[in-house]
């Protein structure tokens, strides 16, 4: 019931929306930059509620962080926010036009998407993130977060309908659904009706749970088990510097490394060894590693998001076993080769099946922001619509704009 | 089991085919062409099974035609896979490509989709057509075609196979479904490990069910309620023309026009309705509408698709009014407004929610030749990844390759 009604008012919303001007959207998102630290303690008196019940529920301090929000992560958001309007304004946009030989003029211009639903977890950043991305673009936004947010959520969306009603955006682009039981979760996926896309954020289950039950289309971004590959003819200290970047600098993330496999024949194994346990990594490696520490790998390892400080460490005998490898294992997010072989490098960049393959690099620069986009919609691990980072045009469609004096077909 | 068997290898053979180089596509494909006139006896009496079945099932006659094969057609089929070989491959075309601050070098390039999937009604050619454009994309296809055209199916497949055999390409590229059962069917809506999309060809019924049941990602195509707008300045002559064309210059197809909408101070309605009843045409007019013929018009023929000689009529008191009804019973197609008032052309243009739209001229261009793209695959009524008349590119997806000497994340 909850999620007819605030379809029916995001899809009216959505109508408005799209006829916005860039000025109009940019007003509205400092309007919210605003209006959020104005009312920052509401917003973070009903914070303080969601986590004093996280604590009473045995949360865990990284749950509990990652829901806390405090007067600088509030400036954050007001800073991204103002960010944002510094950015182009994809709607519009002419991607292509051409004339037909019987004068029809065609002309392929973005468009917005119409009404975008979010299912994500207990982040309340994602609330403001979501909603201002959407409200960029031209779009509706329905949101759906954790139970365990849901005062701060309600509390967000209040303070940017407080904002939007001085704005010329329609308050109603912005739906939060209340209700935050598993029915309405699954009511949404089945919202064709109302939703254009459907995009979850957070962990690779609730990823899968959208994809294998949504009927309106997914964006789906995250799950990352990504690989660097030392070739035999790679630089030693270049390749151990990749290979501890991409697993230690950051571990939790989805462009974090998660198995590395080294050629047989390079010479770096054992420097590369000590330098992950110097680090503190947990290696489960192959029969071809050898080490005190070495845990022996198992089939699942291969297959295994660790998201923290352990890797799987694989030996292969040429970068062909090594894309086989990838390609079986991997889940198409990002993969690095280390390599002076240039014939090698070609065959890894085009043979691996993945959003983003990189040459001498670390794979932790798969982000939006890394590759000059300015803001992020997710990074997306599907072959349709957007691939890789999603920067703001992944949140617009196209449309086809004909113009004739009467043409008529034969 | 045959879905997992012939998913496997049809995965396999993808990996293969994205390697392929165009001049190796293109060669297959002239063999195809070739080997379908070769053995065109065989296909041809393979036919005759399906139709002698048809008409014992008393299958209609238009059902009975679309299925039919014969010479000519497969002259049809043949010369269209040389058209094909003439064609852009859009695989390997760079996008764009750009250099980061940190000296890493970005470039994103067109490759494959991986394996598609393809479920359709009683065509045969589908079959050929829907293998070819894979093929050219260097994708792998998955086929699940009806069972009243099966022995049509199996014997066009069995002769892809032989061209193919001759080729560089893996003969595995292209996977019949032999089991026609319903659940073969269904278990393709949920085959998300080995399809990468699903692309739904025949009428609506079959269309709504592959939406609303598959989880794997659907190329949206077809259904189209169409509507032509006659503004208050519109050319009577020109509206007319317009108006007839693209209602019965064919009607049964999706770009046809199903609804007309008059400005009530348009002052060509009478010629209209004459024009129409002219061509046969039956009218469901609102209450705006006179004339002996005509039929009142019920709710629910504004949102009849009827593919037919018939037509629903109303009178609107302005564009806007011509556009919140376009928005509200429209299929997002085709929509087109014949007007000489630029504020109402702007208007609609912007406001209309659709694939493609027109001023001055017929819906019935919305078609990939038309738009001179060579090939079409359908035409999407959805908004991700295509929309409007899909060419080649549709059946690829992008990657991001980054080339560095060394870059770490800081």
Redesign the interface.
């Known amino acids: 019931m909850e999620l007819i009604q605030k379809g029916d008012k995001a899809r009216i919303a959505a ?1 408005k929306m ?2 916005m001007s860039t000025d109009q959207k940019n007003q509205a998102l400092a309007l919210i930059a605003k209006q959020l630290m104005a009312e920052k303690h509401f917003i973070l008196a009903e914070n303080e509620k969601d986590l004093a019940a996280g604590k009473n529920n045995r949360m865990n301090e990284s749950l509990l962080d990652r829901l806390r929000l405090n007067e600088a992560r509030l400036q954050d958001m007001a800073d991204a926010l103002i960010q944002l309007t510094h950015l182009d304004d994809p709607v519009g946009e002419v991607l292509s036009s ?1 004339e ?1 030989p019987n004068g ?1 003029a ?1 002309t392929q211009v973005r ?1 917005p ?2 009404v975008v639903g979010m299912i994500y977890e207990a982040r309340p950043n994602v609330t403001v993130d979501a909603s201002s991305l959407c409200l960029k673009t031209g779009n509706a936004v329905m949101l759906r977060g954790s139970s365990t947010a849901i005062h701060s959520n309600k509390a967000i969306v209040k303070v940017i309908h407080h904002a939007l009603e001085k704005s010329d955006l329609p308050s109603d682009a912005v739906q939060l659904i209340e209700d935050t039981s598993r029915e309405t979760a699954s009511g949404m996926f ?1 919202l ?1 009706e109302y939703l ?2 459907l995009i979850p954020r957070g962990g690779a289950k609730l990823i899968k749970t959208v ?5 309106v ?3 789906e971004t995250g799950a990352g088990n990504c690989h660097v590959y030392i070739d035999e003819s790679a ?1 030693k200290e ?1 390749a151990i ?2 290979a501890i ?2 697993k230690t ?2 571990p939790s993330v989805c462009n974090a490394c998660e198995t590395i496999i080294v050629h047989r024949e390079w010479g770096g194994l054992n420097d590369l060894v000590l330098a992950l346990e110097e680090k503190g990594v947990t290696i489960h490696g192959d029969e071809g590693v050898c080490g005190e520490k070495i845990i022996p790998a198992v089939e699942e390892d291969w297959a295994t998001e660790y998201l923290g400080l352990e890797v799987a460490l694989k030996v292969a005998e040429s970068v062909d076993e090594a894309i086989v490898h990838i ?1 079986r294992y991997g889940t198409k997010h990002s993969e690095a080769i280390v390599s002076s072989n240039p014939d090698n490098v070609e065959k890894f ?3 691996v ?10 794979t ?3 982000d939006g922001f ?3 986009f300015g803001a992020e919609i997710g990074i997306s691990t ?4 957007a ?3 999603m920067g703001l045009p992944a949140l617009t ?13 034969k």
Chains 1, 2 share one sequence.
């Open positions: 109508g799209a006829k051409w037909r029809l065609i468009v998407l119409g089945k064709n254009d896309v994809v294998e039950n949504s009927t289309p997914v964006l630089d270049m510097n990749i970047n991409a600098q950051r390609n960049l085009n043979e099946d993945a959003a983003a393959v990189y040459h001498n690099a670390s932790r620069f798969t890394e590759f000059g599907q072959k349709l619509h691939r890789g980072p469609s196209t449309k086809y704009i004909l113009k004739g004096d009467g043409q008529i077909k």
